[in-house]
């Protein structure tokens, strides 16, 4: 009886000890209950299909894409021929991009990212409690988006920016001023400053594109659910990337992140694709 009430009251002792002491080597939370994505400055592949590609910006090397792999800033990826990535920049910034599709990976900051597209076709989500200072850059324009929504960009190789807001709001700085774009608007701009030409339109049908990135969507909102209370009493689990799962004795700690990695091939519930 002795031992057993010892050990009841170290296990309380541990659930009354501040965060410092009980979870040294875990995620810089400052503060934020719903911290699940990748420490500052550092984003991670969530998702790969098919070829996907690193280029590391310091050293130049060429390395195989593959989830949970680190991206610093500098760091380049890209897709080959039907193939398609998600990165996670925090706990609910992504972007995704298309085939054939490069991107360059700029400043990581505390909820303030910069990323260049160099060819291709890209979709950034901001999910809710994700809001951040954003700039999605092509060789044209700067794109900025105003709050959580959809946001579609692609730079062809012709020197054409095509800009669709699916959900939201955003600003596009380019030669010719800043202009709004709204929810269901596309924005296409052509030719270098200053003669560049800028055209609005009603945003085009969605396509698979469009599809696969409100499915990830779908899926992230419904796995980012909490149970559980404060810090975690004991070191965190490492979940693929950033720190997912807390465990205690008979509790559950932190998101369900169990479905946000994914390799090309790996099913979710009913067999579907993910």
Not at 25 to 32: C, E, F, K, L, Y
Request: charged share 30%; hydrophobic share 30%.
């Amino acid at each position: 009886m002795k031992k057993a009430m010892s050990a009841l009251t170290v296990l309380m002792a541990l659930f009354c000890l501040p965060p410092s002491a009980t979870a040294r080597n875990g995620p810089d939370r400052s503060g934020d209950e719903t911290y699940a994505g990748p420490a500052l400055g550092v984003a991670r592949i969530s998702v790969t299909d098919g070829d996907v590609r690193v280029r590391r910006g310091e050293s130049g090397d060429e390395i195989r894409g593959r989830a949970s792999m680190a991206l610093v800033g500098g760091d380049s990826i890209f897709t080959g021929p039907r193939s398609r990535a998600e990165v996670q920049l925090d706990h609910a910034n992504f972007i995704r991009l298309g085939q054939q599709t490069e991107l360059r990976i700029g400043e990581l900051g505390n909820r303030r990212f910069q990323v260049e597209v160099l060819k291709g076709l890209v979709n950034y989500s901001q999910l809710r409690g994700g809001e951040a200072d954003v700039d999605l850059e092509t060789g044209q324009v700067t794109v900025r988006p105003l709050k959580k929504g959809v946001y579609r960009v692609e730079f062809g190789e012709g020197g054409q920016t095509t800009i669709t807001v699916r959900e939201g709001a955003a600003e596009v700085a380019s030669s010719r001023g800043v202009e709004k774009l709204k929810k269901g608007r596309r924005m296409a701009i052509r030719g270098d400053a200053p003669d560049a030409q800028l055209r609005t339109a009603k945003a085009a049908p969605k396509d698979s594109f469009d599809q696969w990135n409100k499915r990830r969507d779908k899926l992230l909102k419904r796995d980012r659910t909490y149970r559980g209370w404060g810090y975690p009493p004991f070191y965190p689990h490492y979940a693929g990337f950033g720190y997912g799962h807390y465990w205690g004795p008979g509790f559950y700690y932190g998101p369900r992140l169990r479905t946000v990695v994914a390799h090309r091939g790996v099913r979710g519930r009913g067999g579907r694709r993910r």
